[in-house]
């Protein structure tokens, strides 16, 4: 089937199996009869009619695809073997994904955030996949057996504390994975089941209490926490400056806002550089200089407040 490039979809189908289309590498659209009464169409990939899941993504898709909030399931295969995508848009309403769901997604993009509302990682649902860094939200309680298998890319992940299983052979021959960043205590960790086949992520560097630390010119003056996608500042007095942007302590992590609370003064320079899902920003009063290259690269940020009392903003500074 490998040669098939074209299908549509008869009004008189009603149910297609798992896997059906994984290796029609040519086919880069669905098409539906206008009586179909099962299924639905959105930029080629195929939902159920009430769109609440998504079926089938055609495996010669490439580039984008969005799927749309309010799917609620990622069907067993649905992008398996789609090799030529390089992004893919979960939102949070997604509580599910299937077995082997990304299986061979070569192409994705080499930083991935899970949805919020995922409780488990099923089998293989990540497998040979091309990320270098995945972030996984607090409610995953268990992540099943291969989810992360053959990823030779991975480098870090972020696992929360409210994991308690991590399934045979979920990260096997993750051979450059380095970091992983948990957001529970030492005792925590050691606390998880973790089953055979995993010995790339118990060799790997754990730094502990992974969602909080300072960022302050003093060190302690400033802290940052990162919860549900969004980092908050807090303290009083200046941010530290980064000579470059990997020395963020936030350089590894994925979020899409950033609040800085009233009685910060400054951004430091390189402080959220490349940190290209940045949508939001909101920036305090008391705020009073911006610095070099803070937002350089953050092109998914296409507006921000400049407060009154900014005296400083530093050369390099772009924000689309």
Do not use: H
């Not at 089937?1 to 590498?25: H, Q, R, T, Y």
């Not at 560097?205 to 003093?218: K, L």
């Not at 990162?226 to 807090?234: A, E, K, N």
Request: hydrophobic fraction near 40%; charge should be negative.
């Amino acid at each position: 089937m490998s040669g098939l490039k074209s299908i549509c979809i008869p009004k008189n189908i009603n149910a297609i199996g798992d896997s059906a289309f994984v290796e029609c590498s040519q086919l880069t659209a669905f098409e539906l009869a206008e009586q179909n009464s099962a299924f639905s169409v959105l930029d080629g990939v195929l939902y159920s009619k009430d769109q609440k899941t998504l079926i089938c993504c055609p495996a010669g898709k490439t580039g984008n695809v969005y799927i749309p909030e309010g799917v609620t399931g990622i069907a067993a295969a649905a992008f398996s073997a789609c090799e030529n995508l390089w992004a893919v848009n979960i939102p949070d309403s997604v509580t599910n994904i299937g077995n082997a769901a990304f299986d061979r997604c070569t192409g994705l993009p080499s930083n991935l955030t899970l949805p919020s509302g995922l409780t488990v990682l099923n089998l293989a649902v990540f497998q040979n996949c091309g990320i270098e860094s995945v972030e996984i939200f607090q409610n995953v309680q268990t992540i099943g057996k291969m989810a992360f298998n053959a990823c030779y890319n991975l480098r870090t992940v972020l696992i929360p504390a409210s994991v308690t299983e991590i399934q045979e052979y979920a990260f096997n021959s993750c051979d450059s994975l380095e970091t992983v960043y948990y957001t529970g205590t030492s005792e925590q960790w050691n606390a998880i089941t973790k089953a055979n086949g995993n010995d790339a992520l118990v060799s790997a560097n754990i730094i502990y209490n992974a969602n909080a630390g300072v960022c302050g010119i003093e060190d302690d003056n400033l802290t940052w926490e990162l919860s549900g996608g969004t980092l908050t500042i807090s303290g009083t007095g200046a941010m530290q400056n980064y000579s470059y942007a990997e020395s963020a302590p936030w350089s590894d992590r994925l979020f899409t806002s950033v609040v800085l609370n009233e009685g910060v003064t400054s951004v430091g320079n390189l402080a959220f550089c490349d940190k290209y899902k940045i949508q939001t920003v909101a920036l305090p009063d008391s705020l009073t200089s911006i610095g070099s290259s803070a937002f350089w690269g953050c092109s998914a940020l296409k507006s921000i407040r400049i407060p009154k009392n900014v005296t400083n903003v530093m050369l390099n500074l772009k924000l689309v």
